[in-house]
């Protein structure tokens, strides 16, 4: 049974043993930023992470540098990867039905692109967004100034 790294035994990449010459080696963020990926795909899903890394992410993407990885951490072993992911929901999209979702994403494309088993997905559902009349102004003002 692979080892599951501990906080106090974080490393900064993983090696995945190769049939061929020669090894694999996958940076954890690279994992992060697949199942953020995967996440933000899923309907219902507002945004990544909670209030301050909101605000951070909020900066980024203004100046087009958008951390896909926001309000995700993975603890990797050598085989095995565990994620813990808090999200946005929007209203009323059903919140146990979103982090279902989130969780099978997550799986799949960890599984599918990377090879690695997961071990567990841990959804925190932070907060929930409700559309107001000034997310509509917002969105409206966007688009005439872009056409």
């Known amino acids: 049974m692979a080892k599951v790294i501990t906080p106090a035994e974080t490393t900064t990449t993983t090696a995945i043993a190769s049939a061929g010459a020669g090894t694999t080696v996958i940076v954890d963020s690279v994992i992060a930023k697949v199942a953020g990926i995967a996440a933000r795909e899923i309907p219902g899903v507002y945004a990544l992470g909670g209030g301050a890394a909101r605000a951070i992410g909020a900066i980024r993407d203004a100046i087009n540098q958008t951390d896909l990885t926001q309000g995700i951490s993975v603890e990797v072993g050598e ?57 509509v102004a917002t969105t409206a003002d966007a688009k005439a100034r872009v056409q």
């Open 79 to 135: 085989t095995q990867v565990a994620v813990d992911i808090s999200i946005v929901a929007e209203y009323p999209t059903p919140l146990q039905t979103v982090a279902d979702n989130v969780r099978s994403a997550i799986y799949a494309a960890i599984q599918g692109l990377i090879g690695m088993q997961v071990t567990e997905v841990n959804v925190t559902i932070n907060d929930v967004h409700i559309p107001s009349d000034d997310d």
